[in-house]
């Protein structure tokens, strides 16, 4: 158990929809990391946030957000969903904001777009 | 921007040794990552290098040489439990902004008995 809690673990919805994801860091890790991960692209970078604040943005497409609240929870929505949006989302927490330190993953949700 | 090579698929038997290569190319360098991840599951830390050498740690060592933008990924004594996808990761800044890790495809290993 790595200490990163994500929900819900699977979540099927329809093209066009929108979803909340979410993720509760590891206690005392102020950096939450989000990722995707398909079959045919690896795991992407997505947006990372430290501290309440937006750190540093990957290939995040204009139709996702997120933030980070003042307990250090974050949510990933995902909006006007599409069929190649289907992947694993992973988060990750760590105690640094520069990516110099061991990440821990949770366990991921599986989005399934149909 | 950063990019990653690194073997798609190695076989190993078990009780050997195998070494996973990455090469990366990156500005901004700021340490390199191996994690390990088995099908279906989370990534999980194996080990960060951000000066040249080697890093041991158990079975698993990892070695970096900046200048040629190289790690290797030295598993021994491998085991059934070793089958898994292997992912070198990059922190960098490739437009000079905040450093943001990129992964590479990963290798998947496969151990034989």
């Known amino acids: 158990d790595s200490g990163v809690t994500q929900t819900p673990k699977h979540l099927i919805t329809a093209t066009g929809q929108r979803v909340t994801l979410r993720c509760s860091p590891r206690?005392?890790?102020?950096?939450v990391y989000w990722y995707q991960q398909s079959l045919d692209q690896g795991l992407q970078f997505l947006i990372q946030?430290?501290?309440?604040?937006?750190?540093a943005k990957g290939n995040i497409l204009e139709r996702f957000s997120a933030q980070q609240f003042p307990d250090l929870h974050s949510e990933l929505n995902l909006s006007s969903l599409e069929l190649g949006d289907s992947a694993l989302y992973f988060c990750?927490?760590?105690?640094?904001?520069?990516?110099?330190?061991?990440?821990?993953f949770g366990q991921g949700t599986r989005l399934t777009v149909v | 921007g950063q990019n990653i090579d690194q073997p798609t698929e190695m076989t190993a038997t078990e009780g050997a040794i195998v070494q996973i290569n990455c090469t990366y190319q990156?500005?901004?360098?700021?340490?390199l990552f191996w994690y390990q991840q088995h099908a279906g599951e989370a990534p999980t830390f194996l080990s960060y290098?951000?000066?040249?050498g080697l890093e041991e740690k158990g079975r698993f060592s990892s070695f970096l040489s900046r200048s040629k933008g190289y790690s290797y990924l030295l598993l021994k004594e491998l085991q059934m439990k070793d089958s898994a996808s292997y992912l070198c990761?990059?922190?960098?800044?490739?437009?000079?902004?905040?450093?943001?890790?990129?992964f590479g495809r990963g290798t998947s290993l496969i151990v034989h008995p």
């Open positions: 946030y430290y501290n309440g604040e937006e750190r």
């Open positions: 990156t500005s901004g360098f700021n340490g």
């Open positions: 206690s005392g890790d102020l950096s």
């Open positions: 290098n951000v000066l040249d």
């Open positions: 990761a990059v922190s960098g800044r490739p437009s000079g902004g905040s450093y943001i890790p990129t």
């Open positions: 990750a927490s760590s105690s640094s904001g520069v990516m110099n330190t061991e990440a821990f």
